[in-house]
């Protein structure tokens, strides 16, 4: 399975970057819109909500993909005070709802966080084809 990997500095500015650079690596892929946006708000919350967005801060992207699965995974360099969950914002909010896209995105979505930060893992899975059998009529 082709791997990719790259560090992005924890400047807002890099987020078109890391954005640009994924759609660069899926090149065409089914996925590779929405694994842009996933990257875009998982960086979003690496560089505003933890130690990356700080000035020597980084966010890490790897992007491994198979046939049928892509998995994005976004490590921020720590620090912060809270775990990253889906919330619930009213309309009025204009943040909180980062996460909820990318689990509404995302065929399955999990959070791994220890003592030197958060990495959220994003899989997409491409549908197995449906076969018609014999017989069946098209239309």
Not at 55 to 82: Q, R, W, Y
Not at 98 to 118: K, M, P, Q, R, Y
Request: net charge negative; with cysteine.
């Amino acid at each position: 399975m082709p791997t990719h990997r790259r560090t992005f500095r924890g400047d807002p500015q890099e987020l078109r970057t890391a954005r640009s650079w994924t759609r660069a690596a899926l090149n065409g892929h089914p996925h590779s819109d929405d694994a842009a946006l996933i990257v875009t708000e998982l960086g979003t919350n690496a560089v505003v909500h933890t130690a990356s967005g700080e000035t020597a801060g980084t966010f890490h992207v790897t992007l491994t993909i198979s046939e049928l699965t892509t998995v994005i995974a976004v490590a921020d360099s720590g620090g912060a005070k809270t775990s990253p969950e889906v919330q619930h914002p009213s309309v009025n909010v204009t943040h909180g709802r980062g996460l909820g896209i990318v689990a509404t995105l995302a065929d399955n979505v999990t959070v791994h966080d220890d003592d030197s930060g958060c990495t959220v893992t994003a899989e997409l899975r491409i549908p197995a084809p449906s076969y018609a059998h014999p017989g069946d009529r098209q239309c």
